[in-house]
């Protein structure tokens, strides 16, 4: 069955870049998202990639996509207090429309 | 432009109850998507609603079932509540276009406690 594995925790300073990482596991997927959660929300999209590409960017935002190693991340320029969130990424395919979540990397930004 | 809404926010029930939870579609889309996040994990699909039928499910028992309206809401109802149920359960609007692009947007979400 498909997996979405992230790690944990990330910690970086105010004005640094960080990097979220993603692996996945099912090779049909066709869409590979990065949704935000601040405590006690719900998620909110931050961008997406569609698997024929090998990266997109968004304003702060750079998707990479490994589609050989089905590796995913997401970095973050200039990091600001208010990136602090769980970050998850997800993977979906045209067969079906539901989405399989990694557990969250929770990202923690020092001033 | 209304995003998805979800009713109620928060909920409390006790082990053997049942649960409907209410969810209405950012305007304009069409497709209801129901996930449980537990906590400290990643949102888990329980199942998806398309003109009104339910177009594909999750791995949850049959004790979760749910509903589309006519005009696209959603509710999802829960029957003997265990207490492994408390969650924050989410409910995701997107155009059911077939073979489409189909970005899912997701409203605040319910937190139910069972006890």
């Known amino acids: 069955g498909e997996d979405v594995e992230q790690s944990l925790f990330l910690s970086v300073r105010e004005g640094d870049s960080s990097v979220i990482n993603c692996t996945y596991t099912?090779?049909?997927?066709?869409?590979l998202y990065w949704y935000k959660q601040e405590p006690g929300a719900g998620l909110q999209l931050l961008t997406y990639?569609?698997?024929?590409?090998d990266m997109k960017q968004d304003q702060r935002l750079t998707v990479l996509l490994n589609k050989k190693d089905k590796h995913l991340s997401l970095r973050i320029a200039d990091t600001q207090t208010g990136d602090s969130a769980i970050y998850f990424c997800?993977?979906?395919?045209?067969?079906?429309?539901?989405?399989?979540f990694g557990g969250g990397t929770r990202l923690m930004v020092k001033p | 432009d209304a995003g998805v809404t979800q009713s109620p926010t928060h909920l409390i029930k006790t082990r053997g109850q049942q649960v409907t939870l209410r969810c209405s579609p950012k305007?304009?889309?069409?497709?209801v998507s129901w996930y449980q996040q537990a906590l400290g994990q990643g949102p888990q699909f329980i199942f998806q609603?398309?003109?009104?039928?339910?177009?594909q499910r999750g791995n949850f028992p049959d004790r979760f079932s749910g509903h589309q309206f006519p005009n696209y809401s959603s509710e999802l109802n829960v029957n003997a509540l265990l207490l492994g149920d408390s969650a924050l359960y989410l409910c995701?609007?997107?155009?059911?276009?077939?073979?489409?692009?189909?970005?899912?947007?997701f409203g605040p979400g319910t937190r139910l406690l069972v006890l």
């Open positions: 995701a609007s997107s155009l059911g276009l077939a073979g489409g692009k189909e970005t899912q947007y």
């Open positions: 997800a993977e979906g395919t045209n067969a079906g429309n539901m989405l399989t």
């Open positions: 305007s304009g889309h069409d497709t």
């Open positions: 099912d090779s049909s997927s066709t869409y």
């Open positions: 990639i569609f698997s024929n590409m």
């Open positions: 609603y398309y003109e009104e039928e339910e177009r």
